[in-house]
């Protein structure tokens, strides 16, 4: 299981693939609103498809498990 960093700006814009086996991991089309720290709405990730550890929050590979840290 290999673990990446990925920046949010780049997720939220376009597909995830995984580098280690190819596996679609994350599509902008799931993408949700929240709202940041100054009440505005901005676009985040869909609910649901964000899980957390003790380093933080990342995406799962559907396919090996590899992990995509999430970098804002
Ligand atoms: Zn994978």
Partial sequence: MAEFTVQLK??????LYCRECGE???TPEMNGTCKNEQGQEVECIGEGCVKKDAKGEFMECPG???RYYIND
């Fill in 10 to 15: 780049a997720v939220l814009k376009e597909n």
């Fill in 24 to 26: 679609w991991v994350y």
């Fill in 64 to 66: 090996c498990s590899s």
